[in-house]
T-cell receptor, first 117, second 111 residues
Framework: GAGVSQSPSNKVTEKGKDVELRCDPI?????LYWYRQSLGQGLEFLIY????????KSGLPSDRFSAERTGGSVSTLTIQRTQQEDSAVYLC???????????????FGPGTRLTVL | GEDVEQSLFLSVREGDSSVINCTYT??????LYWYKQEPGAGLQLLTY?????DMKQDQRLTVLLNKKDKHLSLRIADTQTGDSAIYFC???????????FGKGTTLSVSS
């Protein structure tokens, strides 16, 4: 079946503009994650959604960042008033919470490369 | 806080063994993971080990876990040029909601 998809694959924006990044998880996966991969910084957790539970937003770096997940499927990460330090690859992952999957393998999308000029 | 550390670069010759090392801080981690990222591609789970194990072997891959020292290693036997990639060590955060990744080790394999 289809994997995790993200759009756009590349986004170039001007400082101060708002951007929206989209993630389509694997069908049936109840958990969805957003990470940020910056040069030299590795992967940084941003936010986690699990079913209808309140999301874990502890990784969001500032209140300019927000995310929502509508209908338990597609998620949108919004960055308001973008800054140059927001430039990074934004990765989305999803996983299942089936009883047998104790390792909770996360499947990653290809990412959206955001460049803020 | 939670932290995962790994060396940034490793260069080996084709056919040699590669060993990528990682240290982590959260002793309560139940699973530890190795992810692989090939150029221009997303992350892919390579292997994982449960914390009550000290070794796991899967074909050319051997994972060693030293819980006392909080040290994890990934050994790739008979390294091939196709193994060139960035390898990330990861553990679950304490809330169990996400993974804490190291900065990645870039493995370069020369023929």
């Amino acid at each position: 079946g289809a994997g995790v998809s993200q759009s756009p694959s590349n986004k170039v924006t001007e400082k101060g503009k708002d951007v929206e990044l989209r993630c389509d998880p694997i069908s049936g996966h109840t958990a969805l994650y957003w990470y940020r991969q910056s040069l030299g910084q590795g992967l940084e957790f941003l936010i986690y959604f699990q079913g209808n539970s309140a999301p874990d937003k502890s990784g969001l770096p500032s209140d300019r960042f927000s995310a929502e997940r509508t209908g338990g499927s597609v998620s949108t990460l919004t960055i308001q008033r973008t800054q140059q330090e927001d430039s990074a690859v934004y990765l989305c992952a999803s996983s299942t919470r089936l009883a047998g999957n104790k390792a909770n393998e996360q499947f990653f999308g290809p990412g959206t490369r955001l460049t803020v000029l | 806080g939670e932290d995962v550390e790994q060396s940034l670069f490793l260069s080996v010759r084709e056919g040699d063994s590669s060993v990528i090392n990682c240290t982590y801080t959260d002793s309560s981690s139940t699973y530890l993971y190795w992810y692989k990222q090939e150029p221009g591609a997303g992350l892919q789970l390579l292997t994982y080990i449960f914390s009550n194990m000290d070794m796991k072997q899967d074909q050319r891959l051997t994972v060693l876990l030293n819980k006392k020292d909080k040290h994890l290693s990934l050994r790739i036997a008979d390294t091939q040029t196709g193994d060139s990639a960035i390898y990330f060590c990861a553990e679950k955060n304490q809330a169990g909601t996400a993974l804490i990744f190291g900065k990645g080790t870039t493995l370069s394999v020369s023929s």
